[in-house]
């Protein structure tokens, strides 16, 4: 089959096995080009013969394993798969180094760090600079990892939490195959995204369970995968089912569907509602997310406002602290931004403060769900050591692969359950104690496009680099422990009363409840009007009328005439969210109303 360069090749082995298609293609007099940064594993390929073109492909196509597209008009988002969100620094850089290329390193401290040992920074070495708690007696939590593709081995990991960590305790690790996978080891990137994510989860909490759910990388796949984890799996007449779930994959927003993006979200509400925790990585290529179309996006399911998107930081020696800033040498920086698609979530009120002014523009984005909601470590210049295929990754790992796994090793150790979310508490907490929770980030950016002003820069409080900032996990745990914190007032409440007295000698007596935020991030005005009426030898009765809405202060009105026959029941109202005004509860047998007006 003739073939009209250039022509796509996707390897699906990973970038290592590409470098050796590469050097095929070229002895074989092929024009090769690297086009797209965020793909990896992609490579282009020109030659003036369409014919030997043709052959060339087809050739690859039944000797190797990889994805053809014999036209650029198919687009990467066409690929239809997920990628994983690590990388992984030069040979030539193995040891701590100033933070992502960026000219500014000047930041708070989060702590002396700790010593590194001859195994580097470990996911020990991170959870003590991040001062995390230790294990709660009698701990025992399920962590689900989701996994596209690939294996590990299981020498791998106890090297790792025995030689390198030296735990005693070890992880239980279950593989559940997905969708009829069949998980094997190759050395590919999926089986590093799967030995990153086990090692640094099981390292930090060691008496987890962890739940690797493997499945084929399409849409599907990756949708059957979490929803196998949400749903748990029974083992020899055990059933574990995850209370916390790591995803250290994703692709922009705009490579899904507008229905598998609803799909996916409708998983993780429902995620929610059961009690459990998704931490999900933000991403490695920046504001725009590789799009490559000078806007910013952000990276699914990051964006979803029913996970914990989880941002990078950098660190440089001193314990100095920023944003894994946007290197155009290395092609990477930690994801995050706005939503084009779901809304703000209730938590992120009074605590995001979206950019104006920007170029490109996000005067659209207003009032989209910001992302990320906390960061730590991604930066592979100031990497991560695992341990892969009988070698020692001294400190090369980076990307927010390593950061979703870290925080649910975090919720491990802690071990709770929330009375809303995870997220919701998170936020609660950051209202009454970010000084001690949280190490605000304020340096650094993750601006990856092309002529911008600067879209996305850290600032004090929230930023769209770092969230809510790094974590300091005692003192969150501290906090998270009391329940969700007390927050100041957010509202103002006034209430006015109004007593008529009826010709028969009854009284009505109309209460109007206005209740006005004290946010600017909310709009409206929820209004409450109950009614009592007495009568001559008719026991009271009180009617609760539904929330109702309305921007003006209500005045009430008194019913003209006493009701035939007011029954000795209550009518209670049931809790309705911001949206349009329900319709009143009324009593059938009374001819009188209180209505609050405006």
């Known amino acids: ?63 190797s394993n990889v994805a053809v597209f014999r036209s650029l008009e198919l687009k990467p988002r066409d690929l239809g798969r997920m990628r994983p969100h690590f990388r992984r620094a030069p040979a030539v850089t193995l040891s701590l180094v100033t933070a992502s290329s960026s000219s500014k390193t000047q930041e708070k401290k989060a702590g002396a760090a700790p010593y590194q040992g001859p195994y580097g920074q470990t996911a020990s070495y991170f959870a003590q600079y991040y001062n995390f708690p230790p294990v709660t007696p009698g701990s025992a939590p399920v962590i689900g990892i989701v996994s596209l593709d690939g294996s590990y081995q299981q020498s791998d990991l106890q090297y790792y939490w025995q030689r390198c960590l030296g735990l005693t305790t070890l992880p239980k690790v279950i593989h559940v195959a997905v969708d009829g996978a069949t998980p ?27 739940l690797l759910f493997s499945a084929p990388n399409t849409n599907k796949g990756f949708y059957d995968a979490i929803n196998a984890a949400v ?191 995870f997220n919701t508490s998170l936020y609660a907490a950051y209202k009454v104690a970010a000084a001690s929770c949280f190490v605000d980030i304020t340096i650094g950016n993750n601006d990856s496009i092309a002529g911008s002003n600067g879209v996305f820069p850290c600032t004090s409080g929230y930023d769209f680099c770092t969230g809510l900032g790094a974590v300091n996990g005692v003192n969150l745990f501290s906090v998270l422990q009391k329940g969700t914190p007390a927050q100041p007032p957010s509202t103002t409440t006034t209430t006015t009363v109004t007593t008529t007295t009826l010709p028969n000698g009854g009284t009505t007596t109309c209460t109007c409840v206005t209740v006005t935020p004290n946010t600017r991030q909310v709009q409206t005005v929820l209004v409450e009007s109950k009614r009592s009426v007495t009568c001559p030898a008719v026991s009271p009765t009180t009617i609760s009328v539904p929330l109702t809405m309305t921007m003006a ?46």
């Open 1 to 63: 089959m003739s073939c009209v360069s250039p022509c796509l090749v996707h390897c699906l082995q990973g970038a290592h096995a590409r470098q050796d298609l590469i050097a095929k293609a070229m002895a074989f007099g092929f024009d090769v080009k690297i086009p797209y940064d965020h793909l990896p594993h992609a490579f282009t390929i020109s030659h003036p013969d369409s014919k030997l073109t043709g052959e060339f492909l087809d050739r690859l196509e039944s000797e």
């Open 184 to 210: 094997t080891f190759t050395g590919s990137d999926s089986d590093i995204e799967n030995t990153l994510d086990l090692q640094i989860a099981g390292g930090i909490c060691p008496t987890a369970t962890l």
């Open 231 to 421: 749903i748990g799996t029974t083992v020899n007449g055990v059933l574990y089912k995850p209370s916390i779930v790591s995803i250290s994959w994703g692709a922009p927003e705009n490579q899904y569907s507008n229905s598998s993006l609803q799909a996916f979200n409708q998983l993780f509400q429902t995620a929610v509602s059961l009690g459990i925790t998704i931490t999900v990585a933000c991403g490695d290529s920046g504001s725009d997310d590789g799009v490559g179309d000078g806007q910013p996006h952000a990276d699914f399911p990051a964006s979803s406002p029913y996970v914990t998107a989880c941002g990078g930081t950098s660190l440089a020696s001193g314990g100095i602290e920023s944003a894994w800033t946007w290197s155009a040498r290395y092609q990477w920086g930690t994801g995050g931004g706005i939503s084009r698609i779901f809304p703000a979530p209730s938590y992120q009120r009074g605590v995001v403060t979206y950019p104006t002014g920007t170029l490109p523009s996000t005067a659209t984005l207003q009032g989209l769900r910001a992302l990320p909601d906390i960061a730590l470590n991604a930066d592979p210049l100031s990497g991560w050591t695992i341990y892969f295929n009988n070698q020692l990754l001294y400190n090369e790992m980076g990307g927010t692969s390593c950061v979703a796994p870290a925080m649910a090793g975090l919720l491990g150790l802690m071990n709770l359950r929330y009375s809303v979310s």
């Open 553 to 598: 202060t209500p005045t009430c009105t008194a019913p003209t005439q006493a009701p035939l026959f007011v029954p000795a029941v209550s009518i209670q109202s049931q809790p309705v969210p911001l949206a349009p005004t329900p319709s009143f509860l009324v009593a059938s047998t009374s001819r009188a109303s209180c209505k609050c007006r405006h």
